[in-house]
């Protein structure tokens, strides 16, 4: 793997970053808050932080190397459909807790995961579902889903922090859609993004490019299917 355009940025710092913008926004809401709809079709802002404080039962299983007894959780619980259904178990089993009871369940997991990572170090194999895996890029990855459901849910991001939010954003997504061998060819022209599939070309800001790569570009948004689908590969 290709981490050239990684290799000036810290993963674990980033990580830390997006956790606690989390933190912050979640820390802030009131009764009505936990109940605005988020991005995510059927979950309010409460789900959605249902859902990260669940997959910290993956992390940690990650971080333990007992992938195994995660499995085997999933299946006791009567999980059969793969992630998608864990993460809607994982909100399903939060649904009426106190919202402050799940921030500070999410809030101890997480910082147990962004320091037990820290320690590790970009390149130690971390054990994943998929196998053996670099610490540091499985970091970047828990950023992006991060930086995803904080924009899913409205977390504010300051305007001098944008620029360089997006430029990692954009990086890691062009590394993603390698090591997935995503068959789009991306390049930089005057600032945008060209990505091409066969014979079709787009043109994307940075900021549409990164909304593309995580699956959040609006039903409306003028571009082929086929390159909508070529290019999600963090969602």
């Not at 085997?72 to 793969?82: H, Q, V």
């Not at 005057?190 to 079709?200: E, F, R």
Request: glycine share 10%; proline share 6%; aromatic share 10%.
């Amino acid at each position: 793997m290709d981490t050239t355009a990684l290799a000036g940025l810290n993963p674990f710092g980033i990580f830390d970053v997006e956790a606690a913008r989390l933190d912050h926004f979640f820390s802030g809401l009131d009764e009505a808050g936990w109940k605005w709809p988020s991005r995510c079709p059927g979950w309010t802002v409460g789900d959605v932080l249902s859902h990260l404080a669940g997959e910290e039962l993956y992390n940690h299983a990650c971080l333990n190397g007992d992938i195994e007894t995660f499995r085997a959780m999933m299946r006791a619980a009567g999980i059969t459909g793969g992630y998608d259904e864990f993460n809607q178990w994982c909100v399903r089993q939060r649904r009426g807790l106190p919202a402050g009871e799940v921030l500070a369940e999410w809030r101890e997991a997480n910082a147990e995961t962004r320091h037990r990572m820290t320690l590790l170090g970009r390149d130690a194999p971390l054990t994943t579902a998929a196998g053996p895996y670099p610490a540091g890029l499985q970091a970047f990855h828990y950023s992006s889903e991060y930086a995803t459901h904080a924009d899913d849910v409205g977390a504010p991001v300051a305007a001098g922090e944008r620029p360089g939010r997006t430029a990692w954003r954009v990086s890691f997504g062009r590394f993603a859609l390698t090591e997935q061998d995503a068959p789009v060819k991306t390049w930089i022209r005057n600032d945008n993004l060209v990505v091409q599939l066969g014979a079709l070309t787009i043109e994307l800001s940075p900021g549409d490019f990164v909304e593309a790569t995580v699956g959040r570009l609006p039903d409306a948004y003028p571009i082929e299917p086929a390159l909508r689908d070529a290019l999600r590969c963090l969602a």
